[in-house]
């Protein structure tokens, strides 16, 4: 009886979780001394670092190298040319710009064009211009 009860007593759930616990523990220790603190192994071969740090430093200035500074430089100017200019444009009603070209459009084609469309596009453009008149107005 007394085998059985020690047995028991050995290898309960209490136990158990209390030896899977220890063992993550130890686990996690080790893997945090791994990450924070590298083998000595690994500064001792500085060398593949050095190397590495050489070729990215020749891949920068060869990147700064192939930039079109010239091209910049010259849109930087025409940027600001433009900017300095004044404008001339008056500022029109977009809407009152576009059917003014469109009619300017289809004056153009006037001797192609049937009467009736062209009594359209004329009541059209009274409209148009009548709403403007009542935008600038009202």
């Given at each position: 009886m007394e085998t059985q009860q020690s047995w028991k007593m050995r290898y309960s759930f209490?136990?158990?979780?209390?030896?899977?616990?220890?063992?993550?523990?130890?686990?996690a220790i080790f893997l945090v001394q791994k990450f924070l603190f590298p083998s000595s192994s690994r500064n001792s071969s500085n060398h593949p670092d050095s190397v590495r740090l050489r070729y990215i430093k020749e891949s920068?200035?060869?990147?700064?190298?192939?930039?079109?500074?010239?091209?910049?430089?010259?849109?930087r100017e025409i940027e600001l040319e433009v900017n300095a200019k004044?404008?001339?444009?008056?500022?029109?009603?977009?809407?009152q710009t576009a059917a003014l070209d469109l009619s300017k459009?289809?004056?153009?084609?006037?001797?192609?064009?049937?009467?009736?469309?062209?009594?359209?596009?004329?009541?059209?453009r009274k409209r148009k211009m009548e709403r403007a008149r009542q935008r600038e107005f009202g």
């Open positions: 209490k136990n158990a979780t209390i030896m899977v616990c220890s063992f993550n523990v130890a686990i920068e200035e060869i990147r700064q190298a192939m930039m079109p500074l010239e091209l910049i430089r010259r849109v004044p404008e001339m444009v008056q500022q029109k009603d977009t809407k459009r289809f004056n153009n084609v006037r001797s192609f064009s049937y009467p009736a469309s062209m009594k359209a596009l004329e009541e059209w």
